[in-house]
């Protein structure tokens, strides 16, 4: 069974601001508390195979995810590969609201491993999401 969920938020920045921040994998670090690193693997064209550590539930979890980007519209990914997670799907829809708007849709669909507490995938679909959320728009705002 998985864990899913979607939320959306608006950044006081154009859709263009935010996708650079987005597609910026390697500063996630800087600004999102629980990422220890991200470094992007490979890069060919619109798509970036990205490899992340984070601290969760007190356990450093490593995972590489494949990112396909289309430009100030949008970022879809899926699991390449991950020693916890059996699926992570998900993606970001960015789309104008208004004068220098973003409205801003993040989906996430989480499967863990058989051994791994059911916790992991709740906190990475639900609980976790909001903070998220929140970083990319101050980040995005403060880059704007």
Same mark, same amino acid.
């Given at each position: 069974m998985s864990d899913a969920a979607t939320r959306s938020?608006?950044?006081?920045?154009?859709?263009e601001k935010l996708y650079a921040v987005?597609?910026?994998?390697?500063?996630?670090?800087?600004?999102?508390?629980?990422?220890?690193?991200?470094?992007?693997l490979r890069r060919d064209g619109n798509k970036a195979e990205v490899e992340f550590e984070v601290v /969760?539930?007190?356990?450093?979890?490593?995972?590489? /995810? &494949?990112?396909?980007?289309?430009?100030?519209?949008?970022?879809?990914?899926? /699991?390449?590969?991950?020693?916890?997670?059996?699926?992570?799907?998900?993606g970001w829809t960015l789309r104008p609201e208004g004068e220098g708007k973003t409205h801003a849709s993040y989906s996430l &669909?989480?499967?863990?491993? /058989?051994?791994i507490p059911k916790s992991v995938s709740t906190?990475?679909?639900g609980a976790e999401l909001p903070k998220v959320l929140e970083a990319f728009?101050?980040?995005?705002?403060?880059?704007?």
């Open positions: 938020i608006v950044v006081h920045t154009p859709p987005v597609i910026d994998y390697e500063a996630y670090p800087k600004f999102l508390d629980n990422m220890k690193s991200a470094k992007v /969760l539930l007190g356990k450093t979890i490593a995972y590489t /995810l &494949e990112f396909e980007e289309t430009p100030y519209k949008g970022i879809k990914w899926k /699991l390449i590969k991950s020693s916890f997670m059996k699926e992570n799907v998900g &669909e989480v499967k863990v491993s /058989l051994f906190a990475l679909a728009k101050k980040r995005a705002e403060a880059a704007a």
